[in-house]
């Protein structure tokens, strides 16, 4: 399915209807960055205490999963690189174990040695020239997910080659979502949101009782909403290249890269996937923004309960099969409850 759209990129909204409930939200900085936690109850005490059970649960993740730690368990893996086994906590090995599989899914567009790439592109700093083509080589050898050995009866990881490293900046705000939500949902709501800078999913109904209306707008009138999403209890995820990128000679460089080349990616600026799992929408946004526009269709639609929606370079919209969104026929304005998914840092 294909609309033509001009100068549209993608971001979302959450437009919550008005009701007898009420909603609170809590912004702030985790795991690098924004959040947006939503918890809607009659109840202020409860509902802000969810909240920050939610955001004790982010932290923890973050502990876990952190590579900047260095006493965390990720770092000890790579520490360990090309020496011997590590030891972990079941929920980081499962962890690890669900992002081999998607590697497997995706043949390598999803990949978490990738971070041998961290000291070659340096978006978060003003990058005056490309890295010389020897650096990205060197840096690609040491990115196979193959070469990440898992013992299950040890509960051990092991990086095969001295110099790989793990990362889970692909998948890691999308799990941490989820089980931010997870807990706040049993604690007497009768909704919840969490946003992590474009990884949001939703559990139960908004302030009106209604399922969450997830609106689509142009990032360059930000404010305007063409179209909607109704979801419940179920994940958005967007990665785009428009936020976080580099400008050397003229030309954007973004910072997705592909691990199979050592290079950002072109040809899409946005992918957001809709499905009930945040974790795993988080690493499929990656993975089809690295297969691009006909390989990364294929895949979403070969499989069940996923649908995704992606926004070229020439500003042309694509669906899955089975994604259906409303349109509307003149773009309207919405304030007061909006969550822009993209947004990396807390104001």
């Given at each position: 399915?294909?609309?033509?759209?001009?100068?549209l990129l993608f971001l979302?909204?959450?437009l919550?209807?008005?009701g007898?409930?009420e909603?609170h939200?809590?912004?702030?900085l985790l795991?690098g960055?924004?959040?947006d936690?939503?918890?809607?109850s009659?109840?202020?005490?409860?509902?802000?205490?969810a909240?920050?059970?939610?955001?004790?649960?982010i932290k923890?993740?973050?502990?876990?999963?952190?590579?900047?730690?260095p006493?965390?368990?990720?770092?000890?893996i790579?520490?360990s690189a090309?020496?011997?086994?590590v030891v972990v906590?079941?929920?980081?090995?499962?962890?690890?174990?669900?992002?081999?599989k998607?590697?497997?899914l995706?043949?390598?567009?999803?990949d978490?040695s990738y971070?041998?790439?961290?000291?070659?592109?340096?978006?978060?700093?003003?990058?005056?020239e490309l890295?010389?083509?020897?650096?990205?080589?060197?840096?690609?050898?040491?990115i196979?997910y193959?070469n990440?050995?898992?013992?299950?009866?040890?509960?051990?990881?092991?990086?095969?080659?001295?110099?790989?490293?793990i990362?889970?900046?692909?998948i890691?705000?999308?799990?941490?979502?989820?089980k931010?939500?997870?807990?706040?949902?049993?604690?007497?709501?009768?909704?919840a949101?969490?946003?992590?800078?474009?990884?949001?999913i939703?559990?139960?109904k908004?302030?009106?009782?209604?399922?969450?209306?997830?609106?689509?707008?142009?990032?360059k009138?930000?404010?305007?909403?063409f179209s909607?999403?109704?979801i419940?209890?179920?994940a958005v995820?967007t990665?785009?290249n428009?936020?976080k990128?580099v400008?050397i000679?003229?030309?954007s460089?973004?910072?997705?890269?592909?691990p199979?080349?050592?290079?950002?990616v072109?040809?899409?600026?946005?992918?957001?996937?809709?499905?009930?799992?945040?974790?795993l929408?988080?690493a499929?946004?990656?993975?089809?923004?690295v297969l691009?526009?006909?390989k990364?269709l294929?895949?979403?639609?070969?499989?069940?309960?996923?649908?995704c929606l992606?926004?070229?370079?020439?500003?042309e919209?694509?669906?899955?099969?089975n994604?259906?969104?409303?349109?509307?026929?003149?773009?309207i304005?919405n304030?007061?409850?909006q969550?822009k998914?993209g947004?990396?840092?807390a104001r």
């Amino acid at each position: 399915m294909i609309r033509n759209i001009t100068t549209l990129l993608f971001l979302i909204f959450a437009l919550n209807s008005f009701g007898q409930k009420e909603s609170h939200t809590k912004v702030l900085l985790l795991m690098g960055s924004r959040f947006d936690i939503t918890a809607v109850s009659p109840n202020q005490e409860k509902a802000l205490s969810a909240i920050e059970a939610g955001i004790s649960e982010i932290k923890r993740i973050e502990k876990l999963i952190s590579s900047w730690d260095p006493n965390s368990q990720t770092s000890e893996i790579i520490q360990s690189a090309g020496i011997k086994p590590v030891v972990v906590d079941q929920e980081l090995f499962n962890l690890i174990r669900r992002s081999l599989k998607i590697s497997d899914l995706t043949q390598g567009a999803f990949d978490i040695s990738y971070a041998s790439l961290d000291k070659v592109w340096h978006f978060d700093e003003e990058m005056k020239e490309l890295p010389d083509s020897a650096t990205v080589a060197a840096s690609v050898s040491k990115i196979n997910y193959k070469n990440i050995i898992l013992n299950p009866e040890e509960r051990s990881v092991f990086l095969k080659d001295k110099g790989m490293k793990i990362g889970f900046g692909a998948i890691g705000k999308g799990y941490a979502a989820n089980k931010a939500l997870d807990i706040m949902s049993k604690m007497g709501l009768t909704g919840a949101l969490v946003n992590a800078s474009g990884d949001l999913i939703s559990w139960g109904k908004d302030e009106g009782g209604k399922d969450w209306k997830i609106g689509i707008v142009n990032p360059k009138e930000k404010d305007k909403i063409f179209s909607w999403l109704n979801i419940n209890e179920t994940a958005v995820v967007t990665s785009g290249n428009y936020e976080k990128f580099v400008t050397i000679n003229g030309q954007s460089y973004s910072h997705i890269i592909d691990p199979r080349t050592g290079y950002p990616v072109r040809g899409l600026c946005s992918v957001s996937i809709i499905c009930p799992n945040a974790e795993l929408a988080d690493a499929l946004a990656t993975s089809v923004f690295v297969l691009g526009k006909d390989k990364g269709l294929e895949l979403i639609n070969r499989l069940n309960g996923i649908e995704c929606l992606l926004i070229t370079d020439n500003q042309e919209l694509f669906t899955s099969e089975n994604l259906h969104l409303d349109y509307i026929k003149k773009p309207i304005t919405n304030h007061k409850y909006q969550i822009k998914i993209g947004d990396k840092h807390a104001r």
